[in-house]
Protein backbone atom coordinates (compact mmCIF):
# COMPACT_ATOMS: atom_id res chain seq x y z
CA UNK A 1 0.00 0.00 0.00
CA UNK A 2 2.84 2.45 0.88
CA UNK A 3 4.42 1.62 -1.85
CA UNK A 4 1.56 2.19 -4.22
CA UNK A 5 1.55 5.37 -2.97
CA UNK A 6 5.09 6.57 -2.99
CA UNK A 7 4.88 5.10 -6.84
CA UNK A 8 1.84 7.77 -7.37
CA UNK A 9 3.62 10.36 -6.05
CA UNK A 10 6.89 9.76 -8.12
CA UNK A 11 4.48 8.98 -11.15
CA UNK A 12 2.64 12.55 -10.33
CA UNK A 13 5.88 14.49 -10.14
CA UNK A 14 6.98 12.71 -13.32
CA UNK A 15 4.29 14.06 -15.00
CA UNK A 16 4.75 17.61 -13.71
CA UNK A 17 8.11 17.59 -14.71
CA UNK A 18 7.44 16.05 -18.23
CA UNK A 19 5.24 19.26 -18.64
CA UNK A 20 7.71 21.96 -17.98
CA UNK A 21 9.98 20.57 -20.58
CA UNK A 22 9.35 20.41 -24.73
CA UNK A 23 11.38 18.09 -26.57
CA UNK A 24 14.62 19.82 -27.95
CA UNK A 25 16.51 18.19 -30.84
CA UNK A 26 20.37 17.48 -30.89
CA UNK A 27 21.48 19.78 -33.21
CA UNK A 28 19.54 22.88 -31.30
CA UNK A 29 21.64 22.17 -28.30
CA UNK A 30 24.64 21.93 -29.75
CA UNK A 31 24.45 25.36 -30.95
CA UNK A 32 23.27 26.49 -27.37
CA UNK A 33 26.51 24.65 -26.31
CA UNK A 34 28.51 26.38 -28.80
CA UNK A 35 27.04 29.99 -27.74
CA UNK A 36 24.82 30.27 -30.76
CA UNK A 37 21.83 30.44 -29.48
CA UNK A 38 21.10 31.47 -25.77
CA UNK A 39 18.12 28.16 -24.82
CA UNK A 40 15.95 29.16 -22.17
CA UNK A 41 16.77 32.51 -22.96
CA UNK A 42 15.03 32.86 -25.93
CA UNK A 43 17.59 35.17 -27.53
CA UNK A 44 20.47 34.56 -30.28
CA UNK A 45 23.79 33.86 -28.14
CA UNK A 46 27.11 35.89 -28.38
CA UNK A 47 28.49 33.99 -30.90
CA UNK A 48 25.54 33.84 -33.36
CA UNK A 49 26.15 34.56 -37.40
CA UNK A 50 24.17 34.54 -40.18
CA UNK A 51 25.91 34.64 -43.85
CA UNK A 52 24.47 37.30 -46.67
CA UNK A 53 25.18 37.58 -50.20
CA UNK A 54 24.58 40.72 -52.08
CA UNK A 55 23.72 40.32 -56.06
CA UNK A 56 24.13 42.31 -58.76
CA UNK A 57 22.39 41.08 -61.67
CA UNK A 58 21.67 42.02 -65.68
CA UNK A 59 18.42 40.04 -66.51
CA UNK A 60 16.26 39.72 -70.12
CA UNK A 61 12.91 38.52 -70.39
CA UNK A 62 10.83 37.62 -73.49
CA UNK A 63 7.88 37.86 -72.98
CA UNK A 64 6.44 36.02 -75.35
CA UNK A 65 8.02 33.49 -75.26
CA UNK A 66 9.01 33.49 -71.98
CA UNK A 67 12.84 33.47 -72.41
CA UNK A 68 14.74 34.40 -69.89
CA UNK A 69 18.90 34.89 -69.61
CA UNK A 70 20.65 36.37 -66.64
CA UNK A 71 24.41 37.20 -65.65
CA UNK A 72 25.20 37.56 -61.71
CA UNK A 73 27.75 38.93 -59.53
CA UNK A 74 27.36 37.54 -56.25
CA UNK A 75 29.35 38.49 -53.11
CA UNK A 76 28.68 36.09 -50.58
CA UNK A 77 29.70 36.93 -46.78
CA UNK A 78 30.98 33.75 -44.78
CA UNK A 79 30.43 35.39 -41.69
CA UNK A 80 30.10 31.64 -39.94
CA UNK A 81 33.18 30.08 -38.14
CA UNK A 82 33.08 27.53 -40.57
CA UNK A 83 36.02 26.68 -44.17
CA UNK A 84 33.53 26.35 -46.38
CA UNK A 85 34.90 23.56 -48.73
CA UNK A 86 31.62 23.62 -51.48
CA UNK A 87 28.38 25.62 -51.52
CA UNK A 88 24.99 25.20 -52.60
CA UNK A 89 22.74 27.18 -54.98
CA UNK A 90 18.88 26.72 -55.39
CA UNK A 91 17.87 26.40 -59.04
CA UNK A 92 14.15 26.97 -58.28
CA UNK A 93 13.07 26.68 -61.80
CA UNK A 94 14.22 22.81 -62.10
CA UNK A 95 11.01 22.58 -60.43
CA UNK A 96 9.52 22.13 -63.96
CA UNK A 97 12.87 19.92 -65.61
CA UNK A 98 11.74 16.84 -67.08
CA UNK A 99 11.85 13.68 -64.49
CA UNK A 100 11.48 15.64 -61.32
CA UNK A 101 9.23 14.13 -59.01
CA UNK A 102 7.15 17.11 -57.00
CA UNK A 103 4.77 17.68 -54.90
CA UNK A 104 2.32 18.86 -57.86
CA UNK A 105 2.99 17.22 -61.40
CA UNK A 106 4.03 19.44 -64.32
CA UNK A 107 1.91 17.91 -67.70
CA UNK A 108 4.19 16.39 -70.01
CA UNK A 109 4.19 18.66 -72.73
CA UNK A 110 4.98 21.35 -70.10
CA UNK A 111 8.27 19.68 -68.81
CA UNK A 112 11.34 21.69 -69.11
CA UNK A 113 15.16 21.52 -69.26
CA UNK A 114 15.19 23.11 -66.29
CA UNK A 115 17.94 25.90 -66.00
CA UNK A 116 21.45 25.37 -67.97
CA UNK A 117 23.90 26.91 -66.43
CA UNK A 118 26.12 28.28 -69.10
CA UNK A 119 28.96 29.47 -67.00
CA UNK A 120 30.38 29.76 -63.37
CA UNK A 121 33.50 30.91 -61.54
CA UNK A 122 34.05 31.01 -57.83
CA UNK A 123 37.10 33.69 -57.04
CA UNK A 124 37.87 33.56 -60.68
CA UNK A 125 38.32 29.77 -60.95
CA UNK A 126 35.88 28.25 -63.41
CA UNK A 127 34.00 24.89 -62.36
CA UNK A 128 32.68 22.52 -64.13
CA UNK A 129 31.68 19.15 -64.75
CA UNK A 130 31.71 17.36 -61.03
CA UNK A 131 32.97 20.56 -59.38
CA UNK A 132 29.48 22.30 -60.41
CA UNK A 133 26.78 19.49 -60.54
CA UNK A 134 23.26 19.48 -60.64
CA UNK A 135 20.97 17.50 -58.91
CA UNK A 136 17.07 17.81 -58.32
CA UNK A 137 16.75 21.51 -57.78
CA UNK A 138 20.16 22.38 -56.34
CA UNK A 139 23.53 22.94 -57.82
CA UNK A 140 26.37 21.80 -55.64
CA UNK A 141 29.80 23.49 -56.59
CA UNK A 142 32.89 22.00 -54.68
CA UNK A 143 35.21 24.79 -54.59
CA UNK A 144 38.88 24.36 -55.40
CA UNK A 145 39.86 27.00 -52.67
CA UNK A 146 37.58 27.27 -49.74
CA UNK A 147 36.00 30.06 -48.06
CA UNK A 148 37.64 30.86 -45.14
CA UNK A 149 35.56 31.61 -41.95
CA UNK A 150 34.95 35.35 -42.12
CA UNK A 151 36.10 35.94 -45.80
CA UNK A 152 34.05 36.64 -49.00
CA UNK A 153 33.34 34.82 -52.18
CA UNK A 154 32.59 36.21 -55.70
CA UNK A 155 31.02 34.24 -57.60
CA UNK A 156 29.76 34.76 -61.62
CA UNK A 157 26.94 33.02 -62.80
CA UNK A 158 25.04 32.73 -66.40
CA UNK A 159 22.42 31.06 -67.19
CA UNK A 160 18.77 30.22 -69.17
CA UNK A 161 15.81 29.02 -68.47
CA UNK A 162 12.37 28.77 -70.55
CA UNK A 163 9.56 30.29 -68.60
CA UNK A 164 7.11 27.96 -70.47
CA UNK A 165 3.38 29.64 -70.92
CA UNK A 166 1.11 27.68 -67.99
CA UNK A 167 3.74 27.08 -65.69
CA UNK A 168 2.73 28.83 -62.98
CA UNK A 169 2.96 27.11 -59.37
CA UNK A 170 3.22 31.00 -57.39
CA UNK A 171 4.80 32.34 -60.26
CA UNK A 172 5.62 32.16 -64.44
CA UNK A 173 4.01 32.88 -67.58
CA UNK A 174 0.22 33.89 -67.48
CA UNK A 175 0.10 34.57 -71.30
CA UNK A 176 0.37 37.66 -73.63
CA UNK A 177 3.45 38.82 -72.40
CA UNK A 178 1.62 38.87 -68.28
CA UNK A 179 4.69 37.37 -66.03
CA UNK A 180 6.12 37.55 -62.88
CA UNK A 181 9.28 36.25 -62.27
CA UNK A 182 10.59 35.00 -59.09
CA UNK A 183 12.37 31.78 -58.07
CA UNK A 184 14.15 32.65 -61.02
CA UNK A 185 18.00 33.31 -60.53
CA UNK A 186 20.64 30.51 -59.21
CA UNK A 187 20.23 31.98 -55.59
CA UNK A 188 22.80 31.33 -52.71
CA UNK A 189 21.08 28.62 -50.04
CA UNK A 190 21.01 29.09 -46.47
CA UNK A 191 24.19 28.19 -44.59
CA UNK A 192 23.11 28.12 -40.66
CA UNK A 193 24.33 26.25 -37.25
CA UNK A 194 21.30 24.17 -37.14
CA UNK A 195 22.25 22.00 -40.67
CA UNK A 196 25.30 23.34 -42.46
CA UNK A 197 24.41 24.00 -45.91
CA UNK A 198 20.17 23.95 -46.46
CA UNK A 199 19.67 20.97 -49.02
CA UNK A 200 16.50 20.88 -49.19
CA UNK A 201 14.52 20.88 -52.64
CA UNK A 202 11.87 22.85 -53.86
CA UNK A 203 8.83 20.70 -54.89
CA UNK A 204 6.58 22.86 -54.58
CA UNK A 205 4.58 23.16 -51.48
CA UNK A 206 7.08 24.84 -49.02
CA UNK A 207 8.54 27.91 -49.85
CA UNK A 208 11.41 30.18 -48.64
CA UNK A 209 14.64 29.92 -46.06
CA UNK A 210 16.61 33.06 -47.75
CA UNK A 211 19.54 35.06 -45.63
CA UNK A 212 19.31 38.87 -45.71
CA UNK A 213 20.51 40.35 -48.98
CA UNK A 214 21.60 43.50 -51.22
CA UNK A 215 20.34 43.36 -54.74
CA UNK A 216 21.16 45.82 -57.79
CA UNK A 217 19.33 44.27 -60.98
CA UNK A 218 18.56 45.47 -64.36
CA UNK A 219 15.76 44.32 -66.10
CA UNK A 220 15.19 44.23 -69.84
CA UNK A 221 12.67 44.20 -71.80
CA UNK A 222 10.51 44.86 -74.73
CA UNK A 223 9.10 48.06 -75.42
CA UNK A 224 5.55 49.03 -74.23
CA UNK A 225 6.63 46.37 -71.23
CA UNK A 226 6.29 47.83 -67.89
CA UNK A 227 8.58 46.43 -64.61
CA UNK A 228 7.25 46.13 -61.34
CA UNK A 229 9.88 44.75 -58.75
CA UNK A 230 11.40 44.35 -55.51
CA UNK A 231 12.40 47.66 -54.50
CA UNK A 232 12.83 51.00 -55.48
CA UNK A 233 12.85 51.86 -59.14
CA UNK A 234 16.32 53.64 -59.84
CA UNK A 235 15.23 54.91 -63.12
CA UNK A 236 11.64 56.41 -63.85
CA UNK A 237 12.92 58.77 -66.19
CA UNK A 238 14.66 56.86 -68.44
CA UNK A 239 11.69 53.53 -68.91
CA UNK A 240 8.91 56.11 -68.54
CA UNK A 241 7.01 58.82 -70.79
CA UNK A 242 7.63 62.01 -68.72
CA UNK A 243 3.71 62.11 -68.32
CA UNK A 244 3.74 58.30 -66.63
CA UNK A 245 7.19 59.22 -64.99
CA UNK A 246 5.30 61.88 -63.31
CA UNK A 247 2.32 60.43 -62.27
CA UNK A 248 4.30 58.16 -60.57
CA UNK A 249 5.90 60.65 -58.81
CA UNK A 250 2.99 62.38 -57.59
CA UNK A 251 1.61 58.53 -56.47
CA UNK A 252 4.96 57.95 -54.24
CA UNK A 253 4.26 61.59 -52.36
CA UNK A 254 0.28 61.41 -51.67
CA UNK A 255 -1.37 60.17 -48.96
CA UNK A 256 -4.28 59.08 -51.61
CA UNK A 257 -4.75 56.72 -54.45
CA UNK A 258 -3.94 57.93 -58.06
CA UNK A 259 -3.92 56.17 -61.30
CA UNK A 260 -0.52 56.11 -62.79
CA UNK A 261 -2.30 54.01 -65.72
CA UNK A 262 -5.34 54.17 -66.46
CA UNK A 263 -7.41 51.86 -69.26
CA UNK A 264 -8.00 55.05 -71.39
CA UNK A 265 -3.95 55.40 -71.18
CA UNK A 266 -3.52 51.33 -72.05
CA UNK A 267 -5.84 51.98 -75.50
CA UNK A 268 -3.24 54.99 -76.62
CA UNK A 269 -0.50 53.13 -75.80
CA UNK A 270 3.31 54.97 -75.94
CA UNK A 271 3.72 54.48 -71.76
CA UNK A 272 7.11 53.42 -71.72
CA UNK A 273 10.26 54.64 -73.80
CA UNK A 274 10.27 53.19 -76.83
CA UNK A 275 13.69 52.03 -76.91
CA UNK A 276 16.60 50.06 -75.03
CA UNK A 277 14.14 49.64 -71.51
CA UNK A 278 16.27 48.35 -68.78
CA UNK A 279 14.45 49.02 -65.36
CA UNK A 280 16.87 49.39 -62.91
CA UNK A 281 16.06 48.33 -59.24
CA UNK A 282 17.71 48.10 -55.98
CA UNK A 283 16.48 46.62 -52.45
CA UNK A 284 18.84 46.38 -49.73
CA UNK A 285 18.26 43.72 -46.64
CA UNK A 286 15.60 41.78 -48.65
CA UNK A 287 15.49 38.22 -48.42
CA UNK A 288 14.61 37.82 -52.33
CA UNK A 289 14.18 39.58 -55.49
CA UNK A 290 11.48 39.29 -57.77
CA UNK A 291 9.66 41.15 -60.86
CA UNK A 292 6.70 41.11 -62.78
CA UNK A 293 5.85 42.72 -66.15
CA UNK A 294 2.66 42.84 -68.43
CA UNK A 295 1.95 45.49 -71.58
CA UNK A 296 -1.26 46.25 -70.63
CA UNK A 297 -1.65 46.46 -66.86
CA UNK A 298 -3.60 49.53 -65.09
CA UNK A 299 -1.46 51.04 -62.17
CA UNK A 300 -2.70 53.03 -58.87
CA UNK A 301 -0.29 53.84 -56.24
CA UNK A 302 -0.46 55.83 -52.76
CA UNK A 303 2.15 56.48 -50.08
CA UNK A 304 1.15 55.66 -46.27
CA UNK A 305 3.16 56.33 -43.25
CA UNK A 306 4.37 53.36 -41.70
CA UNK A 307 6.66 54.86 -39.33
CA UNK A 308 4.94 57.53 -37.34
CA UNK A 309 7.70 58.41 -34.90
CA UNK A 310 10.49 58.97 -37.67
CA UNK A 311 7.28 60.18 -40.38
CA UNK A 312 9.02 57.01 -42.64
CA UNK A 313 6.57 56.18 -45.71
CA UNK A 314 6.47 53.68 -48.29
CA UNK A 315 4.92 53.33 -51.51
CA UNK A 316 2.16 50.84 -52.04
CA UNK A 317 0.97 50.24 -55.60
CA UNK A 318 -1.29 47.40 -57.42
CA UNK A 319 -0.66 46.58 -60.87
CA UNK A 320 -3.53 44.49 -62.41
CA UNK A 321 -5.86 43.88 -65.93
CA UNK A 322 -9.16 45.97 -66.26
CA UNK A 323 -10.85 43.34 -66.00
CA UNK A 324 -10.53 42.31 -62.26
CA UNK A 325 -13.25 44.25 -60.63
CA UNK A 326 -11.88 43.90 -56.97
CA UNK A 327 -8.35 45.05 -58.07
CA UNK A 328 -9.72 48.91 -58.33
CA UNK A 329 -9.56 48.96 -54.80
CA UNK A 330 -6.99 46.52 -53.71
CA UNK A 331 -4.08 49.25 -53.54
CA UNK A 332 -6.30 51.18 -50.96
CA UNK A 333 -6.73 47.75 -48.79
CA UNK A 334 -2.90 46.81 -49.17
CA UNK A 335 -1.72 50.67 -47.92
CA UNK A 336 -4.58 49.78 -44.75
CA UNK A 337 -2.93 46.97 -44.10
CA UNK A 338 0.96 48.34 -43.71
CA UNK A 339 -0.77 50.81 -42.22
CA UNK A 340 -2.99 48.54 -39.74
CA UNK A 341 0.41 45.91 -39.46
CA UNK A 342 2.63 49.09 -38.68
CA UNK A 343 0.81 50.82 -35.97
CA UNK A 344 -2.14 48.38 -34.37
CA UNK A 345 -1.19 44.65 -34.82
CA UNK A 346 1.68 43.52 -34.53
CA UNK A 347 2.51 47.14 -34.10
CA UNK A 348 5.74 47.11 -35.95
CA UNK A 349 6.60 49.36 -38.60
CA UNK A 350 6.21 47.86 -42.40
CA UNK A 351 10.33 46.95 -42.84
CA UNK A 352 10.37 48.16 -46.83
CA UNK A 353 10.20 51.17 -48.75
CA UNK A 354 7.86 49.80 -51.18
CA UNK A 355 4.75 47.13 -51.73
CA UNK A 356 3.59 46.50 -54.88
CA UNK A 357 0.25 43.62 -55.82
CA UNK A 358 0.46 42.39 -58.79
CA UNK A 359 -2.76 40.59 -60.25
CA UNK A 360 -2.43 37.04 -61.77
CA UNK A 361 -3.97 33.90 -61.05
CA UNK A 362 -2.03 33.01 -57.81
CA UNK A 363 -1.88 34.08 -54.55
CA UNK A 364 2.22 34.10 -52.81
CA UNK A 365 4.16 36.46 -51.31
CA UNK A 366 8.24 37.70 -52.35
CA UNK A 367 9.76 40.59 -50.65
CA UNK A 368 7.73 43.89 -51.72
CA UNK A 369 5.96 42.04 -54.22
CA UNK A 370 2.80 39.75 -53.96
CA UNK A 371 1.22 38.04 -56.68
CA UNK A 372 -2.46 38.01 -56.15
CA UNK A 373 -5.49 36.77 -58.04
CA UNK A 374 -8.74 38.27 -58.66
CA UNK A 375 -11.19 37.60 -56.32
CA UNK A 376 -14.54 37.94 -54.67
CA UNK A 377 -16.59 38.70 -52.48
CA UNK A 378 -14.66 41.70 -50.59
CA UNK A 379 -13.61 39.30 -47.31
CA UNK A 380 -11.70 37.46 -50.03
CA UNK A 381 -10.07 40.59 -51.62
CA UNK A 382 -9.61 41.58 -48.62
CA UNK A 383 -8.19 38.63 -46.61
CA UNK A 384 -5.77 37.18 -49.77
CA UNK A 385 -3.61 41.19 -49.65
CA UNK A 386 -3.77 41.27 -46.02
CA UNK A 387 -2.40 37.55 -45.81
CA UNK A 388 0.18 38.04 -48.27
CA UNK A 389 1.34 41.29 -46.99
CA UNK A 390 1.77 39.63 -43.61
CA UNK A 391 4.48 37.67 -44.55
CA UNK A 392 6.53 40.70 -44.79
CA UNK A 393 7.37 39.88 -41.42
CA UNK A 394 7.21 35.93 -41.35
CA UNK A 395 9.36 35.02 -43.56
CA UNK A 396 10.94 38.30 -44.53
CA UNK A 397 11.44 40.40 -41.48
CA UNK A 398 12.25 37.20 -38.96
CA UNK A 399 14.32 34.88 -41.12
CA UNK A 400 12.57 31.69 -40.54
CA UNK A 401 13.17 28.17 -42.29
CA UNK A 402 9.85 27.74 -43.96
CA UNK A 403 10.84 24.72 -45.57
CA UNK A 404 11.13 23.32 -41.79
CA UNK A 405 8.89 24.78 -40.43
CA UNK A 406 5.84 26.24 -42.22
CA UNK A 407 3.78 26.90 -39.50
CA UNK A 408 6.45 29.75 -37.86
CA UNK A 409 5.27 31.90 -41.05
CA UNK A 410 1.89 30.43 -42.57
CA UNK A 411 0.50 30.65 -38.83
CA UNK A 412 1.32 34.14 -38.35
CA UNK A 413 0.14 35.02 -41.88
CA UNK A 414 -3.20 33.15 -41.18
CA UNK A 415 -3.59 34.94 -37.56
CA UNK A 416 -2.70 38.40 -38.57
CA UNK A 417 -5.18 39.56 -40.80
CA UNK A 418 -8.22 37.95 -38.41
CA UNK A 419 -8.29 41.35 -35.84
CA UNK A 420 -8.89 43.54 -39.84
CA UNK A 421 -12.07 42.12 -41.13
CA UNK A 422 -14.55 43.34 -39.24
CA UNK A 423 -13.17 46.47 -40.92
CA UNK A 424 -14.42 45.27 -43.77
CA UNK A 425 -16.51 42.25 -44.28
CA UNK A 426 -18.17 42.33 -40.55
CA UNK A 427 -20.60 39.26 -41.08
CA UNK A 428 -17.62 37.36 -42.11
CA UNK A 429 -16.14 34.65 -39.41
CA UNK A 430 -12.87 33.95 -39.78
CA UNK A 431 -12.04 32.40 -36.75
CA UNK A 432 -15.19 29.82 -36.82
CA UNK A 433 -14.01 29.36 -40.67
CA UNK A 434 -10.74 28.13 -39.42
CA UNK A 435 -11.38 25.39 -36.70
CA UNK A 436 -14.06 24.54 -39.62
CA UNK A 437 -10.96 23.83 -41.83
CA UNK A 438 -9.20 22.38 -39.03
CA UNK A 439 -12.26 20.13 -38.22
CA UNK A 440 -11.56 18.55 -41.54
CA UNK A 441 -8.82 16.52 -40.24
CA UNK A 442 -8.27 17.12 -36.66
CA UNK A 443 -8.14 13.51 -34.72
CA UNK A 444 -7.49 11.37 -38.13
CA UNK A 445 -4.76 9.32 -38.88
CA UNK A 446 -3.80 11.83 -41.69
CA UNK A 447 -3.17 14.65 -38.53
CA UNK A 448 0.95 15.37 -37.95
CA UNK A 449 2.06 16.74 -35.08
CA UNK A 450 2.96 20.90 -35.67
CA UNK A 451 6.54 20.30 -35.44
CA UNK A 452 7.01 17.66 -38.20
CA UNK A 453 9.39 19.11 -40.92
CA UNK A 454 7.47 20.78 -43.27
CA UNK A 455 9.50 19.98 -46.25
CA UNK A 456 8.55 16.04 -45.41
CA UNK A 457 4.66 16.45 -46.29
CA UNK A 458 4.37 15.93 -49.66
CA UNK A 459 0.23 15.97 -49.06
CA UNK A 460 -1.41 19.41 -49.21
CA UNK A 461 -3.98 18.80 -46.87
CA UNK A 462 -1.83 17.56 -44.08
CA UNK A 463 0.60 20.45 -44.96
CA UNK A 464 -2.09 23.66 -45.00
CA UNK A 465 -3.21 22.04 -41.91
CA UNK A 466 0.28 21.63 -39.65
CA UNK A 467 1.08 25.37 -41.75
CA UNK A 468 -2.07 27.23 -41.79
CA UNK A 469 -5.10 26.05 -39.37
CA UNK A 470 -3.75 24.55 -36.02
CA UNK A 471 -1.23 26.71 -35.77
CA UNK A 472 -3.60 29.38 -36.37
CA UNK A 473 -5.67 28.33 -33.81
CA UNK A 474 -2.88 27.46 -31.50
CA UNK A 475 -1.70 31.34 -31.69
CA UNK A 476 -5.41 32.25 -31.30
CA UNK A 477 -5.73 30.57 -27.99
CA UNK A 478 -2.43 31.69 -26.71
CA UNK A 479 -3.33 35.05 -27.35
CA UNK A 480 -6.86 34.58 -25.43
CA UNK A 481 -5.01 32.93 -22.68
CA UNK A 482 -2.30 35.73 -21.85
CA UNK A 483 -4.49 38.48 -23.10
CA UNK A 484 -4.13 40.83 -26.39
CA UNK A 485 -1.67 43.21 -24.55
CA UNK A 486 0.92 41.03 -23.05
CA UNK A 487 0.38 38.49 -26.03
CA UNK A 488 1.23 41.48 -28.20
CA UNK A 489 4.20 42.76 -26.33
CA UNK A 490 5.57 39.05 -26.00
CA UNK A 491 5.28 38.76 -30.05
CA UNK A 492 7.08 42.19 -30.27
CA UNK A 493 9.77 40.81 -28.14
CA UNK A 494 10.33 37.96 -30.34
CA UNK A 495 10.38 40.05 -33.66
CA UNK A 496 12.85 42.33 -32.14
CA UNK A 497 15.34 39.39 -30.96
CA UNK A 498 15.07 37.64 -34.09
CA UNK A 499 14.61 39.91 -36.63
CA UNK A 500 16.99 39.95 -39.55
CA UNK A 501 18.18 36.21 -38.09
CA UNK A 502 17.07 33.05 -38.39
CA UNK A 503 14.71 31.85 -35.07
CA UNK A 504 14.51 28.10 -34.51
CA UNK A 505 10.95 26.95 -33.00
CA UNK A 506 12.96 26.59 -29.85
CA UNK A 507 13.88 30.17 -29.93
CA UNK A 508 9.93 31.28 -30.55
CA UNK A 509 9.05 28.91 -27.47
CA UNK A 510 11.83 29.95 -25.07
CA UNK A 511 11.48 33.76 -26.73
CA UNK A 512 7.79 33.33 -25.90
CA UNK A 513 8.21 31.60 -22.24
CA UNK A 514 10.68 34.74 -21.36
CA UNK A 515 9.02 37.43 -22.82
CA UNK A 516 5.26 36.59 -21.29
CA UNK A 517 7.14 35.89 -18.37
CA UNK A 518 5.17 32.62 -17.70
CA UNK A 519 6.83 28.83 -18.72
CA UNK A 520 4.33 27.96 -21.22
CA UNK A 521 6.13 24.54 -22.25
CA UNK A 522 3.13 22.66 -21.36
CA UNK A 523 1.40 24.80 -23.64
CA UNK A 524 3.92 24.24 -26.50
CA UNK A 525 4.51 20.53 -25.88
CA UNK A 526 0.47 19.88 -26.44
CA UNK A 527 -0.41 21.78 -29.41
CA UNK A 528 2.76 21.60 -31.10
CA UNK A 529 4.72 18.44 -30.13
CA UNK A 530 1.86 15.55 -29.43
CA UNK A 531 -0.30 14.58 -31.89
CA UNK A 532 -3.69 16.08 -29.64
CA UNK A 533 -7.26 16.75 -30.53
CA UNK A 534 -10.14 17.88 -28.88
CA UNK A 535 -13.06 16.00 -28.03
CA UNK A 536 -14.85 17.56 -25.03
CA UNK A 537 -17.73 15.38 -23.70
CA UNK A 538 -20.09 15.53 -20.36
CA UNK A 539 -19.19 11.78 -19.12
CA UNK A 540 -21.63 12.38 -16.31
CA UNK A 541 -23.88 14.69 -14.45
CA UNK A 542 -23.44 13.78 -10.88
CA UNK A 543 -25.84 15.28 -7.30
CA UNK A 544 -23.00 18.06 -7.20
CA UNK A 545 -21.28 18.38 -10.41
CA UNK A 546 -20.22 16.97 -13.90
CA UNK A 547 -17.40 14.70 -14.96
CA UNK A 548 -15.87 16.21 -18.07
CA UNK A 549 -13.42 14.20 -20.33
CA UNK A 550 -11.47 15.33 -23.43
CA UNK A 551 -10.33 12.22 -25.07
CA UNK A 552 -8.21 13.84 -27.39
CA UNK A 553 -6.24 15.46 -25.06
CA UNK A 554 -5.28 19.14 -27.01
CA UNK A 555 -6.05 21.81 -24.20
CA UNK A 556 -9.19 24.28 -25.12
CA UNK A 557 -10.54 26.97 -23.31
CA UNK A 558 -14.17 25.93 -22.46
CA UNK A 559 -17.31 27.09 -21.32
CA UNK A 560 -19.98 25.18 -19.32
CA UNK A 561 -24.14 26.74 -19.45
CA UNK A 562 -25.96 25.47 -16.71
CA UNK A 563 -29.78 26.08 -17.63
CA UNK A 564 -31.28 25.63 -14.39
CA UNK A 565 -34.99 24.55 -13.80
CA UNK A 566 -35.88 28.18 -12.58
CA UNK A 567 -34.14 31.12 -12.88
CA UNK A 568 -31.34 32.00 -15.85
CA UNK A 569 -28.32 29.99 -17.26
CA UNK A 570 -25.24 30.54 -15.29
CA UNK A 571 -21.97 30.11 -17.38
CA UNK A 572 -18.89 28.63 -16.21
CA UNK A 573 -15.71 29.18 -17.68
CA UNK A 574 -12.08 27.48 -17.51
CA UNK A 575 -9.19 28.12 -19.04
CA UNK A 576 -6.16 26.70 -21.28
CA UNK A 577 -4.77 25.90 -17.78
CA UNK A 578 -7.55 23.65 -16.76
CA UNK A 579 -6.38 20.56 -18.19
CA UNK A 580 -2.35 21.77 -17.66
CA UNK A 581 -1.65 19.04 -15.16
CA UNK A 582 -2.33 16.79 -18.19
CA UNK A 583 -5.62 14.60 -16.93
CA UNK A 584 -7.99 14.76 -19.67
CA UNK A 585 -10.58 13.41 -17.03
CA UNK A 586 -12.06 16.00 -14.57
CA UNK A 587 -14.67 16.47 -11.97
CA UNK A 588 -16.31 20.50 -12.11
CA UNK A 589 -18.58 21.38 -9.41
CA UNK A 590 -21.80 22.99 -10.13
CA UNK A 591 -23.51 25.65 -8.30
CA UNK A 592 -26.62 23.71 -8.18
CA UNK A 593 -27.80 20.49 -7.20
CA UNK A 594 -28.55 17.79 -9.71
CA UNK A 595 -32.24 17.89 -8.78
CA UNK A 596 -32.36 22.06 -9.79
CA UNK A 597 -31.01 21.28 -13.19
CA UNK A 598 -32.77 21.33 -16.39
CA UNK A 599 -29.26 20.41 -18.44
CA UNK A 600 -25.77 21.38 -19.06
CA UNK A 601 -24.26 21.86 -21.59
CA UNK A 602 -20.11 21.91 -22.71
CA UNK A 603 -20.39 23.89 -26.18
CA UNK A 604 -18.06 26.25 -27.70
CA UNK A 605 -20.44 27.77 -30.56
CA UNK A 606 -17.85 27.08 -33.32
CA UNK A 607 -15.15 28.74 -31.81
CA UNK A 608 -13.09 25.69 -30.52
CA UNK A 609 -12.59 23.00 -33.07
CA UNK A 610 -14.39 19.74 -30.66
CA UNK A 611 -14.32 16.72 -33.13
CA UNK A 612 -17.86 15.47 -31.73
CA UNK A 613 -20.69 18.01 -30.64
CA UNK A 614 -22.93 15.02 -29.93
CA UNK A 615 -21.82 14.56 -26.68
CA UNK A 616 -21.60 17.65 -24.85
CA UNK A 617 -25.36 17.91 -23.75
CA UNK A 618 -26.74 16.46 -20.68
CA UNK A 619 -30.07 16.17 -18.37
CA UNK A 620 -30.53 15.07 -15.26
ZN1 LIG B 1 1.03 32.32 -46.96
Redesign the pocket.
Known sequence: MKNWIVFLLLAASFSAFAQKRIPQSVNFRKSVENKVRKGKKGVPGKNYWVNKASYKMDVSLAPLTGQVDGTEDITYYNNSPDTLKDMVLALYQNFYKKGLCADYNTAPEKQTDGVKIKSISVNGMVLNGEKAKQVRTNLYLTLDQPVLPHSTAKLHVEWSYLAREGNTVRTGNYGEGRHFVAYFYPKIAVYDDMDGWDKADYLGITEFYSDFNDYDVRIHVPKDFVVWATGMLQNPNEVLQPKYAQRLAKAKKSNTVVSIIDSFDVQAGNITKQSNLTYHYTATHAPDFAFATDKDHLWDGWSVTVDPKTGRKSFVDASYEKESADYYGVAKIAGEALINYSTDFPGVPYPFPAMTIFNAPSGM?FPMMCNDGSTQPLSSTMGLTY??IA?TYFPFYMGINERKYAWM??GW?TFFPKKYFKDYAPDFDFHGSRVQRYLQIAGTEAEVPIITLSKDQHNRLIYRNSS?NKPYLAYYFIQQYLGEPLFKSTLQGYMHDWNGKHPTPYDFFNSFNTHSGKNLNWYWKNWFFDKNYADIKIAKLADQGIYLTNSGGLFVPIKIVVTPLKGKPITIKKELDFWKNGLHKRFIMLPLQKNEIKSVEVNNWGRIPDTNLKDNFIEP
Open positions: EHEHDEAY
